[in-house]
């Protein structure tokens, strides 16, 4: 990785582009320390201390600690991701967004200003509903001051600050990808989570460390160090891993000539559907409790209370409030369903299985046409099962340290799995343009 990095600091367009994103990355930190106009901040970063529930943890460690401090950027990217997602999953059920999909650039283009579009619109819906439910109970003052002129004004620079906040990051993610180095929008949201990390080591080192003596420091210290290394491993080893089927093209005469008759292979990720089972496994289970705390409930002992908390991560493999776990045993139910969900939108083997027999390609052993296909979905569902385990061990183990010895910190399994796919995800584009440059050095000459 280093070498990568050294290497491509040699390279004069390289270098821009990396300097170019580094200097976005200051823009995105910059603006979430900007306070949203009308607001005071200090009631929500009281209000936010005082949660038990892991609600809006989830989101404020996506947003880099923005959205507890009500920044302009307090919606951060999120917006975008989620409009990106909804448009990919509706190209499925939609025949005309399908089209669209297949017209080539201009079906492509069409598609990302819907998708801005809709990221709007998420982002006027959200910040309408913060302003509405955190409003009256103090967190825009004028709300309470009686004059209803002022109340919607206040209101509507709350809700232009924010949209406008998220649509700045959505055009500075678009702007790195196309003048930077990597995926802006996964960039920017890896820079965020990683804004928080220094702040979790100091709270792992106040709840393990302080005022022991220094054997148990130095054991606390390798205890922490070994499950975030062996983490990061399993993580590496999940987002590299993938199983290649072997396809052979027949040869053929074209004209006078013979063509085909090559050997090639299909890549099958063994995480196939990266991390977005996890995204929205956790997002499914926190909006019980954040639609709570929008309502004002305050949890009690009924029923409705013990659900909130099944939903809750902070009280899964709690030993003293073991029923809350059933929540974890739902979660983890939710990413296996999630990753055969969306591997089953992303990949078509019956599709694949038809464009193999139209090229004259065929797996060595198996027949084309529907023999392939059944073949291809028997591994595939083999392959996600393996990709949903690895990607519940992940997700899980943080979870487990958390709730045994009370480790609360931002940067779980889902933080880890972004963090290492984004960073592996940019070198590899990195060493791409490198080879790119060689090419057309070596052509030049």
């Not at 809700?159 to 406008?164: D, G, I, Q």
């Not at 045994?404 to 990195?430: D, H, N, P, R, Y």
Request: hydrophobic share 50%.
């Amino acid at each position: 990785m280093l070498e990568t990095l050294r290497n491509a600091f040699k390279v004069k367009d390289i270098r821009n582009k990396i300097f170019f994103t580094f200097l976005m990355l200051i823009v995105v930190r910059m603006g979430s320390q900007i306070p949203v106009p009308g607001v005071d901040r200090s009631f929500f970063a009281n209000w936010f201390a005082q949660q038990t529930s892991d609600a809006f943890n989830f989101f404020d460690a996506f947003t880099g600690g923005s959205f507890e401090k009500m920044s302009i950027f307090a919606l951060n990217i999120t917006p975008y991701i989620t409009s990106s997602i909804i448009i990919q999953l509706l190209t499925i059920a939609i025949p005309k967004l399908e089209e669209m999909q297949r017209d080539g650039e201009d079906g492509r283009k069409k598609l990302t200003a819907i998708t801005r579009y809709v990221t709007v619109a998420l982002a006027v819906v959200e910040s309408l509903a913060m302003a509405i439910g955190f409003g009256r109970q103090g967190l825009i003052p004028a709300m309470n001051s009686g004059s209803t002129f002022n109340a919607i004004g206040s209101v509507l620079i709350v809700v232009l600050a924010m949209t406008a906040g998220s649509a700045v990051l959505m055009w500075i993610g678009e702007r790195i990808t196309e003048h930077g180095v990597g995926n802006g929008t996964s960039i920017v949201l890896t820079i965020n989570i990683l804004s928080r990390i220094p702040s979790d080591f100091v709270t792992l080192y106040e709840k393990f460390m302080q005022g022991k003596v220094i054997g148990k420091q130095c054991l606390a210290a390798v205890i922490i160090f070994a499950v975030i290394v062996a983490t990061i491993i399993l993580v590496i080893l999940l987002n590299d891993a993938q199983r290649r089927i072997p396809v052979q093209y027949a040869k053929k005469m074209q004209g006078r000539k013979m063509v085909g008759g090559q050997s090639t292979h299909i890549p099958l990720k063994v995480n196939t559907a990266g991390v977005i089972p996890v995204i929205f496994a956790s997002s499914i289970l926190s909006m019980p409790n954040m639609i709570a705390s929008f309502a004002g409930y305050q949890g009690g002992t009924g029923i409705g209370a013990k659900l909130l908390r099944m939903c809750s991560q902070q009280n899964w493999c709690n030993p003293s409030d073991p029923l809350s776990s059933i929540g974890l045993i739902v979660y983890i139910a939710m990413i296996i369903f999630f990753a055969y969900f969306y591997t089953s939108i992303t990949f078509n083997p019956i599709e694949v299985a038809d464009n193999m027999k139209k090229q004259g390609g065929f797996i060595p052993g198996i027949r084309p046409g529907k023999p392939t296909q059944e073949y291809l979905e028997k591994l595939l569902n083999y392959i996600i099962l393996i990709g949903a385990i690895g990607l519940t061990i992940v997700s899980v183990l943080p979870i487990i340290f958390n709730g045994v010895f009370g480790a609360s910190v931002s940067f779980g399994g889902t933080s880890l799995i972004i963090i290492v796919g984004v960073i592996l995800e940019t070198l590899k584009q990195i060493e791409s343009q490198m080879v790119v440059r060689n090419y057309k050095g070596f052509l030049s000459k």
